[in-house]
């Protein structure tokens, strides 16, 4: 199956007969997509996809873009599919991107085998059930010591998402994350790896993160986009 020829198409009927739809992008996923930053903050303008939006118009000026902000906060992929049909496949757009893995890691590694079905379920079920072209993003980095950033209702159990981080179990449902993806077909935004790019470089990521735990900054989520915009140039034809 080629990949993104979909949104591509629309891109270039759109730039041609202004009178048709917006190309229409759906971001489906959790917190960090639902635009939380700090405790009790949203920051709509700053998060992935509305940053996407404007690499998009910058790149295809002649184009009108939409974007659904189809986030949760606290959700898995399980929830996800749950809401598919009301929050995705009802307005049948043409890109969508899925955004699981931080919650679900925190249920630990029994729930892998769960959540590789639940994301696989998720995945054909858009394919199936719209034209949509697909785009899954790994998750960020946790955070890998306790901080400052921290607010004082999560202090107490902190060390759970350290030791998701640093025990393994977020690296095993990234991993999934990137099988589930190739065995499926769709584009993959490994944003995790840029992440750990950071890391090797001596960086420490944890405070990347607004919250101190698991949402990533303005600039993170700036990188995301530029992420998921690389990808979509490179299935440009």
Known sequence: MALLNQF???VKAKAK?????PVLIVALGDS???????????????????QLKRLLERRYPATTFSVVNAGVGGESA?????RLARDVIRHQPDLVIVGYGLNDACGGLGNLAAFRDVLAGLLRRIRCETEADIVL?????MAAHDND??????????????????GGALNAYLQAIREVGAGIGV???DVHAAWEN???QGTDTTPLLCNGINHPNAEMHEATARIIMKEIETYEK
């Open 198 to 200: 950071l890391e090797r």
């Open 149 to 166: 950033l921290v607010p004082a209702r999560w202090k107490p159990i902190i060390g759970h998402f350290v030791e998701t981080q640093r």
């Open 137 to 141: 993003l790994t998750p960020n980095r």
């Open 78 to 82: 399980s929830g996800g599919l749950a």
């Open 187 to 189: 584009v993959l935004a």
């Open 17 to 21: 007969d202004n009178s048709l739809a």
């Open 32 to 50: 960090v997509t639902q635009g939380c930053m700090e405790e009790g903050r949203m920051d709509f303008d700053a998060v992935y996809h509305h």
């Open 8 to 10: 591509h198409a629309r």
